[in-house]
């Protein structure tokens, strides 16, 4: 998992691991921030806590570069994104292809990158929401896995809203890393796939009865 923050999400697969509820092991937490409160959470757990500081390389491919050497030394069967705010290069999203997800805060493709919860209140969404996606060179751009919906209340800031959008990510996120990892979702030629079927629109969650 690669996080550069507070890793409320990593601490959602490190609690379900824990107890069962999701046969994950999570191998390594690494950070591009050296002070990311996610680092200590995963070494609370005893969990293999790396920082690579971004800082330190003259560009993003070497940084890139250094952070898969990282990854692949874990033999990781996917990489999760949460919560970490560095753009990958090309050739880093392309090793990974079909798997590696991202977890952004909007109704994507609605506010891809920063600042979502200010940007959904200042254009009087009356909804707003949180996607897991397959992670692909563009941006917050892959083929969308699922997407979870919140309502903007009238006296909403950011960071209530944040908040309520947060509560669904914790439940959302391994939801969708259930399905990749039974096999169920799929990355093919720049679509995702549902038990072998095209996915053209996220599915909603909770899923509709
Ligand atoms: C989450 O809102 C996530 O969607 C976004 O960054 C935030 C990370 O939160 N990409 P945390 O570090 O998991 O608490």
Avoid: W
């Avoid at 923050?5 to 591009?32: E, P």
């Avoid at 002070?35 to 995963?42: W, Y």
């Avoid at 996606?133 to 909403?156: E, N, S, Y």
């Amino acid at each position: 998992m690669l996080v550069s923050g507070g890793g409320s999400n990593l601490q959602s697969f490190i609690d379900r691991a824990a107890s069962g509820a999701l046969d994950l092991d999570i191998r390594a937490v690494i950070a591009n921030e050296p002070t990311a409160f996610g680092l200590e959470r995963a070494a609370a757990a005893g969990i293999d806590a790396v920082a690579i500081d971004h800082r330190a390389y003259p560009t993003r491919e070497a940084f890139d570069a250094v952070l898969a050497d990282r990854i692949d030394g874990y033999s990781p069967d996917i990489v999760l994104l949460a919560g970490f705010m560095r753009i990958l290069s090309d050739a880093f999203v392309r090793r990974y292809e079909g798997r590696i997800l991202n977890i952004h805060p909007s109704l994507l493709p609605r506010y891809p990158g920063l600042d979502t919860h200010r940007r959904a209140l200042e254009a009087g969404d009356s909804e707003h929401g949180v996607t897991v996606h397959f992670v692909t060179p563009k941006l917050d751009g892959g083929p969308r896995i699922l997407q979870g919906r919140v309502p903007v209340l009238a006296d909403d800031d950011a960071s209530t809203l944040a908040a309520r959008v947060l509560a669904v990510e914790h439940r959302i996120y391994p939801e969708a890393v259930r399905l990749l990892l039974d096999g169920r979702i799929e990355y093919r030629d720049g679509h995702a796939y549902l038990d072998g079927g095209r996915l053209d629109s996220p599915l909603p969650f909770p899923a509709e009865s």
